[in-house]
């Protein structure tokens, strides 16, 4: 089970790498982005997904994916007092993505 978690984040990663210049452009609003982050992604990595049974360590692999191609989303910030540059935390993250991820929509799909 790990080893077609393993190919298909492997091929999520070949799907971002050759999509991130445009992810990470800012002539795109952040609402394109994320609509091409669902379109793409989403079905390059959850190929099959709704059939298999996750581990905790499974899980943990496709919720780091996630808050990569998320950070290159949404960039990082600018501290407003020290002016420096900080990465997003995952919380942050999760809050400006503000929709279900990647293991919820699977579980929603899952047929019963």
């Not at 089970?1 to 050759?18: P, Q, Y």
């Not at 990647?102 to 929603?108: E, L, R």
Request: net charge positive; hydrophobic share 40%.
């Amino acid at each position: 089970m790990m080893e077609i978690l393993r190919a298909d984040l492997k091929s999520g990663n070949v799907c971002n790498h050759s999509l991130q210049n445009l992810l990470s452009s800012n002539w795109l609003s952040k609402n394109i982005k994320i609509k091409i982050y669902r379109t793409i992604h989403f079905p390059v990595v959850l190929y099959g997904f709704e059939t298999w049974s996750l581990t905790l360590r499974e899980k943990y692999s496709v919720r780091v994916f996630e808050n990569r191609v998320l950070r290159i989303i949404f960039l990082p910030k600018r501290d407003d007092v020290t002016g420096k540059w900080t990465r997003l935390y995952k919380e942050e993250v999760h809050d400006l993505y503000s929709s279900p991820n990647m293991i919820q929509m699977t579980k929603s799909r899952r047929m019963i």
